[in-house]
Nanobody, 114 residues
């Protein structure tokens, strides 16, 4: 079973930055990769998703603060998070889409103190 490899979470102060990374192992064509946030007592929601052609969608209140990238179309993706707010706190899950299937990472905790 494919397991995405995530890293980069942590505890920071409001206004700080973090960078998350996610890798999909193996040599497989990825049609899209993205990040989702599970905040306490809330449903999992989209943070950002990048399609293989380069199109990007951002979740509410993320664009302008967060930047998703996938250099050279490799199977590693980054999420640069700037000007973090307490409401950005939660577990961040990476998702990749390949060969018609979705794959998820184990999640990485991001905690932003006010």
């Amino acid at each position: 079973q494919v397991q995405l490899v995530e890293s980069g979470g942590g505890s920071v102060q409001a206004g700080d930055s973090l960078r998350l990374s996610c890798s999909h192992p193996g040599n497989i064509a990825i049609s899209g990769m993205g990040w989702y946030q599970k905040a306490p007592e809330k449903q999992r929601e989209l943070v950002a998703f990048m399609y293989a052609g380069g199109a990007v969608i951002y979740g509410i209140a993320r664009e302008g603060r967060f930047t998703i990238s996938r250099p050279n179309a490799e199977n590693t993706m980054y999420l640069q998070m700037n000007s973090l707010k307490p409401e950005d706190t939660g577990v961040y899950y990476c998702k990749s889409r390949a060969a018609g299937q979705d794959y998820w990472g184990q999640g990485t905790q991001v905690t932003v103190a006010s």
